[in-house]
């Protein structure tokens, strides 16, 4: 169909195509089409069966799941790797950085590729460099840890692949609460992962007496997720779920897609509430295992590792207080969000607010009752990780329903590469940084070592608050910006006989106001 004219009734045009044309001069969530294209015709199936798309939701949370297995495994064995490659907090850190600014660096690029071109395909050529490079992490003598941060760099390539992609995917699969269900199933599984990379990864370290077969568990179960990547995956038309398998034509450019997302207020406030929590975590991920460690020694609980393999009980409490943590805040928030959305419209930046401003006196309390009781520590920590874990799936949600289905990906992307580029891509590095430097003001002691990086954790608490204040600003616009990008993001209509209703055309006005008319 043209962009812009009248549009004939469904019985001439058997395939309707939904167009959010550039030419057409239209603002982000309107369009010209004919109202009978927003129903789908007498006897119309979907393109994807129902049963093939929570298969492909399956493959893509195995998937999900080793994606941060992986990336957290490193966290899990760090102390072995700091006494291997004999290095100090700052140095230690760059292996998080590195494998991060890769992966933000090249999200903007498959956010482009992947909302002109065969996303499965994209993901399959990410997930074979994945694997390979993380394969090739284990394999790094102790002469050599330049080649480790370069492999770390290498591996986020092939995750920037999948993490910018897979969301859209799904949101091309289902609609309303189902959506919401199946999103929050997906990012479930980063807590999940995480919390099951620091468990593998100390276990297998310990069993072995080698941190690097630790490194090579991910890959061997990558192999299994390729294949079923491949085989049962599909690619559904852009805007599928919304338009009943039909699909949306997109002829905007990158510059267009990038000035029509700066122009959406809930993505770029809600954005900056992603990337304080991606510093949070992060920071948090990558230290509380060591900061817990230094803990038991400055109590006198445990001795201080000398030579690896180091004591992995912390590890493994920190991860599996990570997966609970995940499951029930992802569960707990995805179910506040479907019961308050309809009474409230701006609910779910409320409830990502709400979890990153309860979470910062947690944290705090956290770290300074550290040095007398490790159980209480945990308590907080499992409270603060609750209340953190809340936001994973409504974060996603609210991308989703706010931006039009051509323009996911880039959103996605854009997304990521922020949150990455001012949120976990320096936040490891920033606290090691900051303990190393108050850790040189006093001669070196366990006791101080503690300190130090106590000291610099104090960072999470503040940029949580500042996280929550980015999302209750959201709350201010969420309902105009969902309002906008209606058409393409609510479920359809109810099928209605075509024959019934007359066709009506929507312009869009100058003023705003649109015309129906009736077809002769």
């Not at 593998?200 to 310990?206: H, V, Y």
């Not at 007496?209 to 390729?226: E, N």
């Not at 051509?406 to 090691?432: F, K, M, N, W």
């Not at 359809?492 to 006005?509: G, H």
Request: aromatic share 10%.
């Amino acid at each position: 169909m043209e962009p812009k004219g009248s549009v004939t009734s469904p019985r001439d045009i058997p395939i309707p195509r939904w167009s959010l044309s550039s030419s057409s001069g239209l603002h982000y969530g309107s369009f010209v089409n004919s109202l009978s294209s927003l129903t789908p015709q007498a006897g119309e199936k979907a393109s994807i069966s129902p049963r093939r798309a929570y298969i492909a939701v399956a493959v893509l949370c195995y998937i999900n799941l080793l994606n941060y297995m992986e990336r957290y495994t490193i966290a899990g064995v760090l102390l072995n790797i700091q006494k291997f490659f004999d290095i100090n907090d700052s140095i230690a850190a760059l292996l998080q950085t590195a494998f991060i600014c890769s992966f933000l660096l090249l999200a903007p690029l498959f956010g482009y590729l992947g909302d002109r071109y065969n996303r499965k395909y994209i993901m399959i050529g990410g997930l074979c460099v994945w694997l390979v490079t993380a394969a090739g992490s284990s394999l790094v003598t102790s002469s050599l840890f330049w080649l480790l941060m370069l492999l770390r760099a290498l591996v986020g390539v092939g995750e920037a692949s999948y993490s910018t992609i897979a969301p859209t995917i799904i949101g091309d699969l289902f609609v309303g609460t189902q959506r919401s269900a199946m999103i929050c199933v997906f990012y479930i599984f980063i807590p999940v992962g995480s919390g099951l990379g620091y468990i593998t990864g100390a276990g297998i370290a310990t069993v072995t007496g080698d941190w690097r077969w630790a490194l090579r568990v991910t890959p061997i179960m990558g192999l299994v997720g390729l294949f079923l990547l491949v085989f049962l995956c599909p690619n559904p038309p852009r805007g599928a779920a919304e338009t009943h398998g039909e699909g949306v034509t997109e002829q905007s450019s990158y510059l267009e897609d990038i000035k029509y997302l700066l122009k959406n207020k809930s993505y770029v406030l809600s954005t900056l509430g992603v990337t304080a929590t991606a510093f949070l975590v992060g920071a948090l991920g990558f230290w509380t295992p060591n900061f817990l460690s230094r803990a038991q020694v400055f109590q006198g609980l445990q001795l201080p590792c000398k030579t690896e393999p180091c004591n992995p009980t912390d590890s493994y409490i920190f991860g599996a207080v990570t997966v609970v943590t995940g499951i029930l805040g992802g569960c707990l928030g995805t179910g506040l969000s479907r019961w308050f959305r309809n009474k409230v419209p701006n609910a779910d930046p409320l409830i990502c607010a709400v979890g990153l401003l309860g979470s910062a006196p947690c944290l705090f309390i956290a770290l300074f009752v550290a040095s007398a009781n490790i159980p209480t520590t945990y308590v907080f920590i499992f409270i603060g990780e609750v209340l953190i874990s809340l936001n994973w799936a409504v974060m996603a949600d609210i991308l989703l329903y706010v931006v039009v289905p051509t323009r996911r990906s880039t959103a996605e992307a854009l997304q990521i590469s922020v949150c990455h580029l001012l949120g976990d891509a320096g936040s490891p590095y920033l606290v090691g940084v900051i303990s190393d430097a108050i850790r040189r003001s006093k001669p070196t002691t366990h006791s101080w070592d503690f300190d130090s990086l106590k000291y610099s954790l104090l960072l999470c608490p503040f940029v949580g608050i500042v996280g929550g204040v980015f999302f209750l600003l959201t709350a201010f616009y969420i309902a105009e910006d969902r309002k906008a990008a209606l058409p393409l993001v609510e479920d359809p209509p109810p099928p209605q006989d075509p024959s019934s209703e007359p066709s009506m055309e929507l312009k869009n006005q100058g003023d705003g106001n649109k015309a129906g008319q009736k077809q002769p």
